[in-house]
C-alpha cells in the first residue's frame, strides 16, 4: 500500500521553530519530487516548497521568505520540512505529496499524506 505519513506538528509560540517528516511506504521515493502543501480552513490549499528526486532543483513559495528549508534522506524514504521563525499566518495543516520526475503544480501530485497540524500561537 502506497502511504505518506506525516509528523511532527504541534503548537509552537511565534518566533519557535519545527520540523515536520514524512515517512513514506509502499514505493520508493528516490525518483519522485517531494512537496509540503498547507491549508487553512475555507483557503485552498497551496504549495510551500518541493524538491526533486535528485534534490538539485527546488522551489519555494514567496511567503516562506528564507524561514523554511526542505531536505529529503531517500536512504530512510523520509522528506523533512524545518520551519524557523514561525508567524501566527503560518498556523495550518501540513501535507505531504509526491510525484514521480520533476516537481508539478498542484494538481500532478499523485501521493498525499493526511496532514500534520501546526499552530503557532502564544
Known amino acids: 500500500q502506497l502511504q505518506l505519513v506525516e509528523s511532527g506538528g504541534g503548537l509552537v509560540q511565534p518566533g519557535g521553530s519545527l520540523r515536520l517528516s514524512c515517512v513514506a511506504s509502499?514505493?520508493?521515493?528516490?525518483?519522485?519530487?517531494l512537496a509540503w502543501f498547507r491549508q487553512v480552513p475555507g483557503k485552498e490549499r497551496e504549495e510551500v516548497s518541493c524538491l526533486t528526486g535528485s534534490s538539485k532543483r527546488f522551489r519555494y513559495a514567496d511567503f516562506v521568505q528564507g524561514r523554511f528549508t526542505i531536505s529529503r534522506d531517500n536512504a530512510k524514504n523520509t522528506a523533512y520540512l524545518e520551519m524557523n521563525s514561525l508567524k501566527s499566518e503560518d498556523t495550518a495543516v501540513y501535507y505531504c505529496?509526491?510525484?514521480?520526475?520533476?516537481?508539478?503544480?498542484?494538481?500532478?501530485?499523485?501521493?498525499w499524506g493526511k496532514g500534520t497540524p501546526v499552530t503557532v500561537s502564544s
Open positions: 505529496a509526491a510525484a514521480p520526475g520533476p516537481c508539478p503544480d498542484y494538481y500532478g501530485m499523485d501521493y
Open positions: 509502499g514505493f520508493s521515493i528516490e525518483r519522485y519530487a
